[in-house]
T-cell receptor, first 109, second 113 residues
Framework: GQNIDQPTEMTATEGAIVQINCTYQ??????LFWYQQHAGEAPTFLSY??LDGLEEKGRFSSFLSRSKGYSYLLLKELQMKDSASYLC??????????WGAGTKLIIKP | ETGVTQTPRHLVMGMTNKKSLKCEQH?????MYWYKQSAKKPLELMFV???????ENNSVPSRFSPECPNSSHLFLHLHTLQPEDSALYLC????????????FGPGTRLTVL
């Protein structure tokens, strides 16, 4: 079966750095998305990776290793507003989008 | 604001009621989606419409019935639901398919009594 694994919950301190991991076992791979979802709000797009390596966008970076079936989202200089759930989703060879259950990130002062 | 609106935001219904969820996108997209989001579970894709044609129905029970009258509007008609159908129902749109970034609405929080 197809599977996306993410930690259920993580806690970090304001101003620090946190890395949220996502591992996947899917039938093929056509890209990986990260979305952010604040409580009670819509998920919003953060990043898309299809090639190996690190993509940086301001305080957020996303890394992909296709050979390892692994991605991470790196958040730097954490702010209280970064408290949210972070969803990982993989596009498989049939262009089906497989979603992880999300990682709830709690930022403490 | 993501350009995708959903109404109502909250809905409580009995198991014998009939209700409809509405989604509207103002982004000029051609693909629209219905998802079910339950606590601590992955998003479940329910239906996909591309250029108003239904292209996917992921074994969704017939008590959920989608309707897409045009590329900007999507409905989810509900009837004789079960308590386990209580969840957040999210609508999303994308330019032309799942390879494109999806833009989500805020969701309808549905409670079935």
């Amino acid at each position: 079966g197809q599977n996306i694994d993410q930690p259920t919950e993580m806690t970090a301190t304001e101003g620090a750095i946190v890395q949220i991991n996502c591992t996947y076992q899917t039938s093929g791979f056509n890209g990986l998305f990260w979305y952010q979802q604040h409580a009670g709000e819509a998920p919003t797009f953060l990043s898309y990776n299809v090639l190996d390596g690190l993509e940086e966008k301001g305080r957020f970076s996303s890394f992909l290793s296709r050979s390892k079936g692994y991605s991470y989202l790196l958040l730097k200089e954490l702010q209280m507003k970064d408290s949210a759930s972070y969803l990982c989703a993989v596009l498989d060879s049939n262009y089906q989008l497989i979603w992880g259950a999300g990682t709830k990130l709690i930022i403490k002062p | 604001e993501t350009g995708v609106t959903q109404t109502p935001r909250h809905l409580v219904m009995g198991m014998t009621n009939k209700k409809s969820l509405k989604c509207e996108q103002h982004l000029g997209h051609n693909a629209m989606y219905w998802y079910k989001q339950s606590a601590k579970k992955p998003l479940e894709l329910m239906f996909v419409y591309n250029f108003k044609e239904q292209t996917e129905n992921n074994s969704v029970p017939s008590r959920f019935s989608p309707e897409c009258p045009n590329s900007s509007h999507l409905f989810l008609h509900l009837h004789t639901l079960q308590p386990e159908d209580s969840a957040l129902y999210l609508c999303a749109s994308s330019q032309s398919g799942v390879t494109d970034t999806q833009y989500f609405g805020p969701g309808t929080r549905l409670t079935v009594l």
